[in-house]
T-cell receptor, first 113, second 113 residues
Framework: GENVEQHPSTLSVQEGDSAVIKCTYS??????FPWYKQELGKGPQLIID?????GEKKDQRIAVTLNKTAKHFSLHITETQPEDSAVYFC????????????FGKGTMLLVSP | DSGVTQTPKHLITATGQRVTLRCSPR?????VYWYQQSLDQGLQFLIQ???????AKGNILERFSAQQFPDLHSELNLSSLELGDSALYFC????????????FGPGTRLLVL
């Protein structure tokens, strides 16, 4: 089955810096890659997603890039703010039959004022 | 607020017992997913239902079962509970269940003593 590796497990940045979280996947058939943000005491919330026919997608301060050849995708957050502090999860779906999401182990992002 | 509700919020029980977790999806969503979140395993997909029918199965133990009712709410039954079953259990829903945004509920925190 699909395996998703996520790095780093923790990331500390100063407010205003950029943050990058990287994920790799194993199944070359995977074609849908969402990113979720989980705040303390809450359920994960989708922040951005990308499909395999697109190399990059941007939404304000958040961007995701996908390299299908290398089987990796990354989340980029610019001008970080303290409210960006949370756990971020990447996931992959292989589009076979009733495909399901395989999640990475998560990255705890801490943005210091 | 994602529109997905889960009850109860917290549950404390003893080993060997059985519990039922309940989930109500967002209005209009036909697909319900159950996930288990623990510190060492991250977010693990358990099972998916679509319009009352089981659609996909993940790492769900035989002691666990789920169902989706005609009104589309879902229940996850956990029996013969073990200490290792202590975790956060999330329900998510989506419209069709095909590589689209999954909306997560706030979760049920289960503690098995």
């Amino acid at each position: 089955g699909e395996n998703v590796e996520q790095h780093p497990s923790t990331l500390s940045v100063q407010e205003g810096d950029s943050a990058v979280i990287k994920c790799t996947y194993s199944d070359s058939a995977s074609n849908y890659f969402p990113w979720y943000k989980q705040e303390l005491g809450k359920g994960p919330q989708l922040i951005i997603d990308i499909r395999s026919n697109v190399g990059e997608k941007k939404d304000q301060r958040i961007a995701v890039t996908l390299n299908k050849t290398a089987k990796h995708f990354s989340l980029h957050i610019t001008e970080t703010q303290p409210e960006d502090s949370a756990v971020y999860f990447c996931a992959a779906s292989n589009g076979r039959g009733y495909s399901t999401l395989t999640f990475g182990k998560g990255t705890m992002l801490l943005v210091s004022p | 607020d994602s529109g997905v509700t889960q009850t109860p919020k917290h549950l404390i029980t003893a080993t060997g017992q059985r519990v039922t977790l309940r989930c109500s999806p967002r209005s209009g969503d036909l697909s319900v997913y159950w996930y288990q979140q623990s510190l060492d395993q991250g977010l693990q997909f358990l099972i998916q239902y679509y319009n009352g029918e089981e659609r996909a199965k993940g790492n769900i133990l035989e002691r666990f079962s789920a169902q989706q009712f005609p009104d589309l709410h879902s229940e996850l039954n956990l029996s013969s509970l073990e200490l290792g079953d202590s975790a956060l259990y999330f329900c998510a829903s989506s419209v069709e269940g095909w590589e689209e945004t999954q909306y997560f509920g706030p979760g049920t925190r289960l503690l098995v003593l």
